[in-house]
């Protein structure tokens, strides 16, 4: 078995920089000190080009010897992980946030086929509804399949966000699995409420939506909470219980990304705390990187790195997933039984990752479940964890 592993920190996170090249199991080089020093890409890079062309020479054997496979084990995230469980979802509650198009769309599909009612959580109800036909249409060709529901839900705006929820807690007596899947990737605008419309919709607003809908599913226990994040967290900045509102002038559509996808990290962490004991987990999860639709607002703040791999026709090959590969590890969190026994984990190909060290930060999760609570608009008396639990 020949692989490398390499673990980079950014400059600002100071986390763990270093290198190694393991041929055969045995360790053949450590790189560590050689860029220990480095504090970007490129410093790595040349400290790898430094140690000259025995690296290079093995990277390429070990390339076209073990392909894909072994790339996605070396570059987590990118190609690799298949949810293997068959259980079924007969009698049991999905909802799924943004699931008219890409990995949540597949979810949907997924979850459908094993028997669930899936309530398709979506902002464009004409285009949700296509999405929902072609679901059940699809999913009927594998025998017993679930139902599907459309509802609206905007999640650039809380007032949209709350009345999805009231819909969802009139009809549904119980929620199994919630999908916090909707994200976008776009320009700098403010929304209704006055936030940052890509921090409120890939993360404030699923904050809300899940302390709404909580009641229904603690009471469906044993429940199951998966946010999806991006590794692209990695480079967010770790002050993510601020507001994002009057920044316009500094303002990166990537860093703002990065951001919302480590704030959805620490809320998944903080909620696994909150709902310890009461079998209900959380899950946050890095699809891989997919072909979908999410980055068609690309602008020029994109980091040069993503640029790089999504505009070259190579690395979509080499590096993207299709939708149904995205949505394995999501599945894997839903539905498999070791998934059932962990709580709280940041994910990617179908196991658990350890998170750079800004996301796992708990002072950090505390006041960014406080702000987030504050901006969304809770009573501070609402107590959904609670409440569950005295209506036992
Ligand atoms: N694709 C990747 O490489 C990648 C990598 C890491 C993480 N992710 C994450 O994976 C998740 C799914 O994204 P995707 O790749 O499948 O992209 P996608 O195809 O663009 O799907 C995003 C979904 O979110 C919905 N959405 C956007 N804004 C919304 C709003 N205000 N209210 C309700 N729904 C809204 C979209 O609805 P419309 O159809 O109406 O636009 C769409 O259904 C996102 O959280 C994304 O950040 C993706």
């Keep these: 078995m020949v692989y490398v592993k390499f673990c980079i920190r950014n400059s600002s996170s100071g986390s763990l920089r270093q290198f190694r090249w393991i041929s055969e199991g045995k360790k053949i080089g450590d790189y560590s000190n050689q860029v220990g020093m480095a504090d970007n890409w490129q410093t790595l890079l040349s400290g790898l080009l430094w140690r000259g062309k025995i690296i290079m020479d093995d990277v390429f054997v070990w390339l076209t010897h073990y392909g894909r496979e072994a790339l996605s084990d070396a570059l987590p995230g990118f190609l690799g992980g298949v949810c293997e469980s068959d259980a079924r979802l007969d009698d049991k509650v999905a909802v799924i946030t943004g699931c008219s198009a890409g990995i949540g769309k597949i979810t949907a599909l997924e979850f459908c086929k094993r028997g669930a009612r899936v309530i398709m959580a979506c902002r464009d109800l004409e285009k949700a509804q296509k999405a929902a036909d072609i679901i059940i249409k699809k999913a009927a060709q594998f025998g017993n399949p679930g ?35 909707a994200g976008v990737y776009c320009p700098w605008k403010l929304t209704e409420d006055g936030q940052d419309i890509l921090y409120q919709t890939n993360f404030l607003a699923h904050f809300l939506f899940t302390m709404l809908l909580l009641p229904r599913i603690i009471s469906a226990a044993p429940a199951r909470i998966i946010n999806v994040s991006s590794l692209l967290y990695t480079w967010g900045d770790k002050e993510t ?152």
Aim: proline share 4%.
């Design 241 to 392: 219980n601020t507001d994002m509102a009057p920044r316009k002038k500094s303002y990166s559509t990537f860093y703002a990304y990065a951001r919302s996808k480590l704030a959805v990290i620490l809320f998944t962490k903080k909620l696994s705390e909150k709902l310890r004991g009461l079998d209900v987990t959380t899950y946050a999860v890095h699809p891989g990187f997919v072909q979908t639709g999410i980055f068609r607002e690309i602008d020029t703040t994109i980091h040069p790195i993503v640029q790089r791999i999504l505009e070259s026709s190579m690395s979509r090959l080499l590096f993207l997933k299709s939708p149904w590969q995205g949505a394995q590890t999501t599945l894997h969190c839903a539905l498999a039984e070791r998934a059932g026994k962990e709580s709280g984990l940041y994910y990617s190909d179908c196991r658990p990752r350890k998170p750079v060290r800004k996301a796992r930060d708990k002072q950090n999760a505390e006041s960014l479940w406080n702000f987030s609570w504050n901006v969304v608009g809770l009573p501070e008396d609402y107590d959904p964890i609670h409440r569950s639990r005295s209506s036992d």
């Design 147 to 181: 139902q599907v529901i459309v509802r609206k839900l905007d999640l650039a705006s809380f007032k949209s966000v709350r009345e999805c929820a009231n819909q969802i807690l009139a009809t549904e007596e119980k929620v199994h699995i919630l999908v916090n899947n």
